[in-house]
Nanobody
Framework: DVQLQASGGGLVQPGGSLRLSCVASGFIFDDYSIGWFRQAPGKEREGVSCVSGIGDTYYADSVSGRFTMSKDSAKSTVYLQMSSLKPEDTAVYYC??????????????????WGQGTQVTVSS
């Protein structure tokens, strides 16, 4: 079975940092792109970042320069290092996979499997 297990969320003050992890299993890790999406209360889910199968990374404008995504193929894990966090980053963060080696999708409808989500709350 395909599984995506997201973790690392929590409560952090504005300006702080968190690192999210997404452990994948049940598919050939490097044949897939992995995306991070988030959904804030009352808002639609949006794409945050993505790493392609070959390791290229892509970011939404709202997080570019503050978030860094990486992958460890040996551990079938992707990470999202979030810095300079803002209250507007508060959301449930999800990881998802899509069968794509090169490039990334931003359209969530093209993602196949989703993790359970991890809550990130940025508040003083």
């Amino acid at each position: 079975d395909v599984q995506l297990q997201a973790s690392g969320g929590g409560l952090v003050q504005p300006g702080g940092s968190l690192r999210l992890s997404c452990v994948a299993s049940g598919f050939i890790f490097d044949d897939y792109s992995i995306g991070w999406f988030r959904q804030a209360p009352g808002k639609e889910r949006e794409g945050v970042s993505c790493v392609s199968g070959i390791g290229d990374t892509y970011y939404a404008d709202s997080v570019s320069g503050r978030f860094t995504m990486s992958k460890d193929s040996a551990k079938s894990t992707v990470y999202l290092q979030m810095s300079s966090l803002k209250p507007e980053d508060t959301a449930v963060y999800y990881c998802a996979n899509t069968a794509r080696v090169y490039g990334c999708h931003w359209f969530e409808g093209l993602y196949e499997d989703w993790g359970q989500g991890t809550q990130v709350t940025v508040s003083s």
